[in-house]
């Protein structure tokens, strides 16, 4: 899957989940400054798993900062 798909579903979920516009968002925004918090950030990771029917480990999420972090460990779980 071609990294923008990746990013721009990321954002399409952030700001439905967030309701907020994160259009603009990019691969190096730290988590925290989008106002973010852990809750919303699994709630994002969560739909993803279901976008694209994969299993993301807690233990995988732990220590994220960035976007592109969190999007490096999504690659790592699509098949192919």
């Given at each position: 899957m071609e990294r923008a798909t990746l990013l721009e579903k990321f954002r399409a979920a952030a700001s439905e989940i967030a309701e907020k516009d994160f259009a603009s968002l990019q691969e190096d925004s730290v988590i925290v400054d989008l106002g973010l918090?852990?809750?919303v950030v699994l709630e994002v990771v969560g739909a993803?798993?279901?976008e694209f029917d994969?299993?993301?480990?807690?233990?995988?999420l732990v220590g994220i900062q960035t976007v592109a972090q969190l999007l490096d460990i999504i690659e790592e779980q699509l098949p192919g």
């Open positions: 918090d852990s809750l993803l798993e279901q994969v299993r993301i480990p807690d233990d995988k």
